[in-house]
T-cell receptor
Framework: SQQGEEDPQALSIQEGENATMNCSYKTSINNLQWYRQNSGRGLVHLILIRSNEREKHSGRLRVTLDTSKKSSSLLITASRAADTASYFCATDVVDSSYKLIFGSGTRLLVRP | DTAVSQTPKYLVTQMGNDKSIKCEQNLGHDTMYWYKQDSKKFLKIMFSYNNKELIINETVPNRFSPKSPDKAHLNLHINSLELGDSAVYFC?????????????FGPGTRLLVL
């Protein structure tokens, strides 16, 4: 069953604007990760936030985590055309299997 | 200096055939994975190996058989290919198995079964 679901499914913005993507999940987690996938490529890790953290920054990326609502958001500030990609959240499963469950992704288009 | 590599990049084959996809990582990682991404972009774990030992097998049909000759390689063999096997298959690796491990993905193998 799908653990994470991203919202919106697709997002189109102008270069320079901020992009916000949301992820909701169903079960308790130890951490949540965000990955980017450029068209025709593999996924690239962006940022990891642990369950005891509420906010994390990395360059133009800001991730928040609300474990009470089982949700996370990824904010990309001052977007660039090169940010055009699909963005996935991934959560672990709190059992012994150490596996990541990926959401369905948000397709971001940044128009130049 | 590719970190995680897969071959082939594209694979077009007839239904019923047997095919293999190879994966190699030069990161010195202990854990490797196979994922399947369908046409709707859902990415689902299939298998995970840690130091050549199978640790995750996600109810994948027996037609799929992973093999890890050493911890740097994880190959995927698929018997009797079916139309529904058409997808992009990604190999990934991480330093260890664990909840805070970052996974490094290969470029994917696009499989089309006709």
């Amino acid at each position: 069953s799908q653990q994470g679901e991203e919202d919106p499914q697709a997002l189109s913005i102008q270069e320079g604007e901020n992009a916000t993507m949301n992820c909701s999940y169903k079960t308790s987690i130890n951490n949540l990760q965000w990955y980017r996938q450029n068209s025709g490529r593999g996924l690239v890790h962006l940022i990891l936030i642990r369950s005891n953290e509420r906010e994390k920054h990395s360059g133009r990326l800001r991730v928040t985590l609300d474990t009470s609502k089982k949700s996370s958001s990824l904010l990309i500030t001052a977007s660039r055309a090169a940010d055009t990609a699909s963005y996935f959240c991934a959560t672990d499963v709190v059992d012994s299997s150490y596996k990541l469950i990926f959401g369905s992704g948000t397709r971001l288009l940044v128009r130049p | 200096d590719t970190a995680v590599s897969q071959t082939p990049k594209y694979l077009v084959t007839q239904m019923g055939n047997d095919k293999s996809i190879k994966c190699e990582q030069n990161l010195g990682h202990d854990t490797m994975y196979w994922y399947k991404q369908d046409s709707k972009k859902f990415l689902k774990i299939m298998f995970s190996y840690n130091n050549k030992e199978l640790i995750i097998n996600e109810t994948v049909p027996n037609r799929f058989s992973p093999k890890s000759p050493d911890k740097a390689h994880l190959n995927l063999h698929i018997n009797s290919l079916e139309l529904g096997d058409s997808a992009v298959y990604f190999c990934a690796s991480s330093q260890e198995q664990g909840w805070v491990e970052t996974q490094y993905f290969g470029p994917g193998t696009r499989l089309l079964v006709l």
